[in-house]
């Protein structure tokens, strides 16, 4: 067993090492060479992308916050008519790509928009006129980033909402406070880490969205790196400035563990009953219901019914060889980060199963990093990684006289599929890890009572108990590779091209018709994973 152990460890440092290597060729050529074009940027455009992030990012954060912590509480704590179908409703928003939302919105309020249009036909006025929004700002990009990232703070808040003890709840009643000091004093303060978790998604996601920020004509970090990259051809000053981001990424990360280090929570679980959620009635109940269905049809039914009807208008246009061709591209990129993903997950959590020891959990924790890492700069520490691989290559074979090979991985989809499985590995490991949690020890002695390698026992014990964790790993990895856009946009070989890429090129052209039909088939695929987030949810009633 002993053998076995040291071979499993040996495969679980290996994938950790190919795992954290993008991150580490970050630093190391960030801190390598100096780059007189980084200077310049420095000098000149980076204060001002850094303060447009910052900005950005603290604007949606305190929009995801007005968003989703009402509508949690409201799901939650209050009886309201439909509230069953608003309980995964509020959800959808989360499967709208952000640059898809922002291109429908774009084509909306802009000047030769349906809303303008409708505003001058109905009033007689021309341009100068009157007043108008413009909606390609950094506010606009904001509002669009809030609407599709909000549910990430309304499902932990709502989740911590149920969780909370019923008697602090009948405590607050029998001291006559009313529902909304109830939610300020009681309820809102309990909820203060999943408030701070559903916060960090939210500016993580914020800092490394590119498509929204690119078409709104907001510069950030992301489109600094993304310039500098495919503009001026600098992968050293693309490092720099990825360096910064992740700089940026582990601070907060770090500021939101220390900001709760002495808070504790005890608190018992229990079944909420009807009697415990407030009736609302009158025009309470009406605004409740407003605002919810509100948010569900501005950020959801909306865009999505747009996007459908330009499919339907312009289908002939769009159901083209090219498009069928660019759709297998991200079903085989997918697929196979899906399958990698999983088989990683299956590595590191069986070994530290076999093991128990703390350097095993700490493999787990670092081939998971790569989720908080922006897909920009990921696609960046990918880049570095794969060119050094080919350049090493390509000089071993001129030196063994057997020709250049060329880029054999920077040049494939070698590079898309290994940045995908380096970012989305987190999910597979999570997935996994709580489904072998389930699996009593008591079945790992027996099977070596019996005789069982551990390999035996991963294939006849294991793997067909957590079977359904890792289909839902697997899914899970596969829905979000056809949704990324930053990485693809990147480490795309020449000529190919994914559904996500296909969307960015035809609305990046003002041609959002044409990109409509991929945009759905991306938002249905991206369905999948919330009704099982809301399955779950509903188990907790």
């Known amino acids: 067993m002993n053998k076995i152990s040291s071979l499993w460890q040996t495969s679980s440092s290996a994938v950790t090492l190919l795992l954290v290597l993008p991150i580490i060729a970050i630093f190391y050529t960030a801190v390598g060479e100096t780059d007189a074009l980084f200077s310049h940027l420095f000098a000149t455009v980076l204060p001002t992308y850094t303060l447009n992030t910052i900005w950005l990012t603290l604007a949606v954060m305190l929009l995801s916050l007005l968003f989703g912590i009402p509508s949690a509480w409201l799901m939650a704590m209050c009886r309201l008519p439909s509230e069953r179908i608003l309980q995964w409703a509020l959800v959808l928003p989360l499967a709208m790509p952000g640059y898809i939302v922002g291109y429908v919105f774009t084509d909306w309020f802009d000047y030769a928009g349906p809303i303008q249009m409708g505003l001058r036909n109905l009033t007689g006025w021309q341009a100068g006129d009157y007043w108008f929004f413009d909606i390609r700002t950094l506010g606009g990009a904001a509002v669009v980033l809030a609407l599709v990232l909000y549910p990430y703070v309304y499902l932990l808040c709502r989740a911590a909402f149920m969780e909370q003890n019923i008697s602090l709840l009948q405590s607050a009643r029998l001291l006559k406070c009313s529902p909304w000091q109830s939610f300020t004093r009681v309820s809102l303060p309990l909820a203060r880490p999943a408030i701070a978790v559903a916060l960090s998604l939210v500016a993580m996601e914020t800092i490394g969205d590119f498509g929204t920020v690119s ?118 990129v997918s697929l196979s980060a899906a399958v990698l993903a999983v088989l990683v997950a299956l590595v590191v959590n069986f070994y530290q199963r076999l093991t128990g020891l703390r350097r095993a959990r700490t493999f787990m924790r670092l081939s998971s990093l790569g989720y908080a890492v922006p897909g920009t700069v990921l696609a960046i520490g990918v880049m570095v990684a794969v060119l050094f691989v080919d350049r090493s290559i390509n000089d071993m074979a001129k030196v063994l006289d057997w020709g250049r090979p060329g880029l054999l991985f920077s040049g494939s989809m070698f590079a898309i599929i290994f940045a995908l499985v380096v970012r989305f590995s987190a999910v597979a490991i999570g997935s996994i890890e709580s489904s072998l949690a389930k699996v009593s020890p008591s079945l790992d002695m027996a099977s070596r009572t019996m005789g069982c390698s551990a390999n035996e026992m991963l294939r006849r014990v294991h793997f067909p108990l957590i079977r359904r964790g890792a289909l839902i790993a697997a899914l899970l990895v596969f829905i979000e590779s056809m949704k990324e856009l930053n990485a693809s946009l990147l480490l795309r070989p020449f000529n190919f091209e994914t559904l996500a890429t296909y969307v960015y090129n035809f609305a990046s052209d003002e041609q959002l018709e044409l990109a409509a039909m991929p945009a759905v088939i991306l938002v249905l695929v991206g369905l999948l994973p919330l009704v099982l987030v809301n399955r779950s949810l509903e188990q907790m009633k």
């Open 215 to 332: 078409y709104f004509a907001v510069n950030t970090l992301t489109t600094a790196v993304y310039d500098t990259w495919l503009g001026y051809s600098s992968l050293t000053a693309a490092a720099k400035i990825s360096a910064l981001m992740l700089l940026v990424v582990l601070a907060l990360l770090s500021s939101e563990r220390y900001s709760r280090r002495k808070q504790k929570l005890f608190q018992n679980q229990f079944r909420r009953g009807e009697s415990q959620r407030y009736r609302l009635t009158g025009w309470r109940k009406w605004l409740a219901l407003l605002w919810c269905w509100g948010l569900v049809i501005v950020a959801f039914v909306l865009p999505l019914g747009q996007l459908a009807l330009y499919g339907y208008r312009y289908f002939a246009q769009s159901w083209t060889d090219e498009f069928a061709s660019y759709a297998l591209n991200s079903l085989y």
